[in-house]
């Protein structure tokens, strides 16, 4: 059997069903174009039939990725086979996925099916998809709480039916390493035609397992993980793509597989990710949190300076980390910017790159050193997020121990600029206050968060927020050498995220009927 594990990547897909984490059209592409950099073999680019976005955004990310498959994912039926197709068939290597439940409490709560009419169903579809392309993708969901029986009798109708490769999720994230062993054993001691496909798994993080539960179903032969960037995914997430292939790499002893990713690209697609959806990669997260390569007990970087492999079991530059150099400041030239942004994979246009250059310029003003921590966010917060119907226009805030804090600013909403003044609790109170009469709304807030971009005094300020309205929640982030400024931003990102997320409204959950 070969030692080549496929990797399927589902952030677009089931990381965009995390709460907060919609993307636009121009932001998926954007993540799928750094997926298909980072290597991945499949990407599950969304679920057609939930809304029209979703089908748009599978469409063209269908026509422009060139090196990895593009998977739409539908139920098992006709009309969601039908639509799934229609958005990914002009991909160079389109594959359909679709899934049912096999699950006892799925079949009697969910679906209100017998075990022979889901049998019935997972036939009729599997075929049909396979009339379009021969690469169908057939997923059991809620395998792992599956009677194990039945489970092999789906898998057989599937792969007798057409499915090239079978996944084995665990939907609720329930099993642990020792049973999800048994699980793939069972599955394929019992099934006769495994052989002839690939087989995958699905790991979702409830229990904190995921990646550990995929490391293990890859001892057991399966050779396709499904995964995210950063872990993210319904409620706890899926596994985490950087975790199982660093685990791969790095003990490559007890794990001899190889995959195709290039591991120093996984760094940036964290970022970009992490900029598109507005959700914060925990610090201590490993491989890409802040906190994975920093050595704080003096210890700890006393063994690091005389040999660095004493703490560390991987460089950061392998997973693409730049090291926190002082890269540019005030006396910087265009060339040496130019150079940089290079350096970090940015290629912009003439006109972008001029608008980068003047926002930079105006970063070393405020900053005495400009990491690259710092240039990443001025980019990311220009160019990365896109879509947006609130623009901050200009904000003066004023508050102090006797003063009552006061914010005044103008808003660019759908191009028209609206001036307000509002005071509140304190300035961030009043900042957020004023931005809700200017757009005319007035959402919860749910969450506030600081965290510095680098060190320093002169630091920039990195703000996520949450908001909620109608049952719609968006997250939002937005960095400055002000805190109040930044605040601003974060909290407008937010009210774009909640706009988009209202106007496409998804027209049926993934997790549906
Ligand atoms: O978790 C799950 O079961 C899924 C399937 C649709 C593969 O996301
Ligand atoms: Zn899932």
């Known amino acids: 059997m070969s030692n080549f594990v496929k990797i399927f990547d589902t952030t677009l897909r089931d990381g965009e069903q995390a709460p907060g984490c919609s993307m636009n059209e121009e932001e998926k592409l954007k993540v799928a174009l750094q997926l298909e950099k980072l290597g991945v073999d499949v990407i599950e680019a969304g679920f057609p039939i939930a809304s029209e976005g979703d089908f748009n955004s599978v469409k063209l990310i269908a026509e422009k990725i060139k090196d990895c498959e593009v998977a739409g994912l539908s139920r098992a039926n006709i009309k969601d086979i039908d639509r799934a ?26 679906l209100k099916k ?26 059991c969901e809620d395998a792992t709480r599956s009677d194990l029986d039945f489970l092999c009798s789906a898998i057989s109708v599937a792969i007798q039916s057409g499915a090239t490769t079978i996944n084995i999720p665990d939907t609720v994230g329930y099993t642990v390493p020792s049973e999800f062993s048994k699980i793939i054993k069972y599955i394929k001691n019992k099934t006769e035609e495994i052989d002839s496909v690939i087989l995958s798994v699905h790991c979702h993080n409830d229990l904190g397992l995921a990646v550990a539960n995929s490391l293990t179903a890859i001892h057991e032969g399966v050779r396709q993980i499904e995964c995210t960037i950063n872990g993210l995914g319904e409620r706890a997430g899926n596994a985490s793509l950087e975790e199982i292939v660093m685990a791969l790499k790095v003990r490559n002893d007890l794990n001899p597989y190889l995959t195709g990713i290039n591991t120093k690209n996984i760094y940036p697609c964290s970022k970009l990710v992490s900029s598109v959806t507005g959700v914060t990669v925990q610090p201590n997260k490993a491989i890409v949190g802040a906190n994975a390569f920093a050595h704080e007990a ?46 970090f994979g940015y290629k912009l246009s003439d006109a972008k790159f001029e608008i980068a250059f003047v926002k930079f310029k105006e970063l070393c003003d405020k900053k005495k050193y400009v990491f690259d921590e710092d240039i990443e966010a001025l980019i990311n917060e220009e160019f990365v997020r ?76 990195e703000v996520s927020v949450i908001i909620k309205e109608d049952n719609h929640t968006a997250r939002g982030k937005g960095s400055s050498t002000d805190v109040i400024v930044a605040s601003a931003k974060a909290f407008i990102n937010a009210l774009n995220n909640l706009r988009w997320r209202k106007m496409h409204p998804k027209i049926v959950s993934p997790k549906g009927i």
Request: aromatic share 6%; hydrophobic share 35%; net charge negative.
């Open 386 to 461: 896109s879509g947006d119907f609130y623009k901050l226009n200009s904000l003066a805030c004023s508050s102090g121990t006797d003063e009552k804090p006061v914010a005044k600013l103008t808003l660019n909403i759908d191009g028209q600029i609206i001036a307000v003044e509002e005071s509140g609790e304190g300035p961030i109170d009043s900042v957020f206050q004023s931005i809700c009469k200017a757009a005319a709304v007035s959402p919860k807030l749910d969450s506030y968060n600081v965290a510095s971009v680098t060190g320093g005094m002169d630091a920039q300020a």
């Open 298 to 343: 003096g210890i700890h970087q006393d063994g690091v300076l005389k040999q660095r492999n004493t703490y560390e079991i991987m460089e950061a530059s392998e997973v693409g980390i730049p090291s926190n150099h002082i890269v540019l400041g005030k006396h910087s030239g265009r060339h040496a910017f130019k150079d940089r942004l290079n350096d």
């Open 114 to 139: 017998t075990k022979d009419e889901v049998l019935e169903i997972i036939g009729q579809s599997v075929r049909h998809a396979a009339k379009y392309t021969s690469n169908v993708e057939f997923s």
């Open 85 to 110: 197709w229609e958005a990914i068939k002009n991909a160079k290597n389109p594959r359909i996925h679709t899934f049912i439940a096999t699950s006892d409490i799925h079949l009697k709560y969910k």
